[in-house]
């Protein structure tokens, strides 16, 4: 084609191709989407979608193939459109059912009635907002070229002002648009940090972190922190469901505000630990926060009722921002932390006598599944290992995750693996799966807790070119059987998931309910006088009637 085709300003093959993005956008993939957010999504493949065919054109001329004009480009031109608005008009009669095929296996209502024309509209003003910044981005390749050419070749001056307005596009994103937004949230959580002078006063209990005698200062602790040593349940809790008689957990946590230094941090912890008690009980728990010092109550609370109360966990805040921010800034503070703690509370565990100290056990959700992970040294813990570890929603950089998916059984799906006999490592999701082991657990017990429609857990890179492997096999009960992979649009649907991957109800996404945990805690720990019917009291009493925790 002499010139390119173009309808409303815009030209036609690449805005096909904008179409068959959109149209794929529409297909569901992990967490279900509101109007809102497929909106989004659909306007900015759309624009992607018409940019990669932009630059496809400009490749096929700057090559000097041969190209179509007249009667034989339109020709050419309907004969590609007209499947393409096919697929473009089957996708829009299909977006809300598509997106109901998640909603109701993860016990959401289906969705509005103007969902498919509200996702039309906001995708056309994302769409042009898009086209918009990339006339900016050509004029300002124009204006660079152009002033080029008075001191180079023409050729020579289209490719050095493309490598400029390259820099100048991301540095401007990097340095202006990336860090101004992340400067504002850390100050926001900074802001919320420093809210302890409007909190209620520091406790009168002696026992309680922050209190008379403690090491740890109240005000440093944060919101987060006062969350977890004053939640949970008591001995009354406890003993009103088990009828027997229970102690107080002892729950540490120390803030990020305390020191400047991890391994101060971690040596406060250690020795408020050991002032309270901690190593003379039955379990001790070190846990590893998410970004925001945030620490699951479902992950807390049942193993509390399973143990009588005879139970410390330590943990220790590295950052004030959410774990997705917290995962790309604040990746060095995580791990340094997360293996301080560890170093810091084993070492002086293992100095102990073995038959005069308490079970030792890892934990984390999300950001801090992927510390703890990072803590866990296997040639320091050899010798003399701690009793387990569990991880829930494990991000998917995680390299021992990643090892341990890798060692599946071939005949095990890839979001529920089993690894050999089941002796050292075992995956669980809501629906189950510990049971699946063909041998009695080893010495150390490792436990990953997992969703199959967790895009934290199963967000693949790749998905940019090559559909990820679960994709490739039969989807698990809390998946859609409608998803379709498509290059490109596959991983920006992905890493939206990614960002919402909280906004299901408990016990689907990244949203792990507190019941979801109970299965675990009790294979690992094999609490004294448990039953099967423990269990299942248990489980309703830390049913998701009750939020994130227990009925404490």
């Known amino acids: 084609m002499r010139r390119n085709t173009r ?4 030209a036609v093959l690449p805005l096909l191709l904008g179409l068959v993005f959109f149209a794929a956008s529409l297909t569901p993939t992990l967490i279900p989407r509101n109007w809102l957010v497929q909106g989004a999504l659909a306007g900015l493949v759309t624009a992607i979608g018409y940019m990669i065919g932009q630059a496809a054109l400009t490749v096929w001329r700057a090559l000097e193939l041969p190209r179509l004009s007249g009667r034989p480009a339109l020709v050419a031109h309907a004969l590609v459109a007209a499947p393409v608005l096919a697929l473009w008009v089957y996708a829009l009669a299909n977006a809300a059912y598509w997106q109901d095929t998640i909603r109701t296996r993860v016990g959401m209502e289906p969705a509005e009635g103007y969902h498919t024309l ?5 995708a056309a003003v994302v769409f042009v907002i898009c086209f918009a910044i990339g006339i900016a981005v050509q004029w300002l390749f124009d204006m660079l070229r152009r002033q080029l050419y008075r001191l180079m070749p023409q050729r020579t001056a289209n490719v050095l002002g493309l490598i400029l307005a390259v820099i100048i596009v991301v540095v401007l994103v990097r340095d202006w648009v990336v860090r101004s937004g992340f400067e504002f949230l850390d100050e926001s959580y900074e802001t919320a940090q420093e809210l302890f002078v409007k909190a209620p006063p520091a406790p009168t209990d002696p026992r309680i972190p922050g209190g008379p005698g403690s090491l740890v200062d109240w005000s ?5 922190g006062r969350d977890f040593v004053l939640g949970g349940p008591d001995a009354q809790a406890i003993t009103e469901l088990t009828g027997r008689p229970a102690k107080d957990p002892i729950r540490v946590y120390v803030g990020r505000a305390q020191s400047e230094e991890p391994a101060e941090r971690a040596e406060i912890a250690l020795e408020e630990l050991k002032r309270l008690g901690a190593f003379e009980r039955k379990v001790l728990i070190v846990q590893s926060p998410t970004g925001t010092g945030w620490l699951d109550p479902g992950g807390n609370d049942p193993i509390a009722y399973m143990h009588d109360g005879d139970i410390a966990t330590v943990a220790v805040q590295y950052s004030y921002l959410q774990s997705p921010l917290a995962l790309i800034f604040e990746t060095q503070s995580g791990l340094e932390q997360a293996s301080a703690t560890m170093q810091t509370v084993y070492r002086y565990w ?9 079970q030792f056990y890892v934990h984390g959700i999300s950001l801090g599944a992927w510390s703890s992970m990072y803590a866990f040294d296997i040639f320091q ?3 003399d290992p701690i009793q387990g570890a569990l991880w829930t929603g494990p991000p998917f950089p995680s390299e021992l995750w990643n090892r341990a998916t890798a060692a599946r059984n071939a005949e095990s799906p890839f979001v529920l693996p089993v690894v050999g006999e089941g002796s050292l490592v075992r995956f669980t999701s809501q629906y189950g799966g510990l049971e699946r082991a063909r041998a009695d657990w080893g010495r150390l017990r490792i436990v990953f807790l997992q969703h199959a429609s967790d895009p934290i857990v199963f967000y693949k890179p790749a998905s940019l070119w090559r559909a990820p492997q679960w994709m490739r096999e039969p989807p698990a009960p809390d998946v859609s059987p409608a998803i379709r992979f498509v290059p490109v649009v596959t991983q920006f649907q992905l890493a939206l998931d990614m960002a919402f991957s909280l906004a299901t109800p408990p016990g689907y996404g990244h949203n792990y309910a507190a019941d979801d945990y109970i299965d675990a805690w009790v294979a690992m720990t094999e609490p004294e006088d448990w039953s099967e019917a423990d269990t299942a009291r248990l489980k309703e009493w830390c049913g998701p009637q009750w939020g994130l925790g227990c009925r404490n």
């Open 350 to 358: 293992k100095s102990l006598p073995a038959d005069a100290r308490p």
């Open 220 to 224: 440093a602790m944060g919101q987060p």
């Open 118 to 122: 509200a996702v039309v509209g906001l």
């Open 381 to 383: 813990i050899v010798n």
């Open 7 to 10: 309808l409303l300003g815009f």
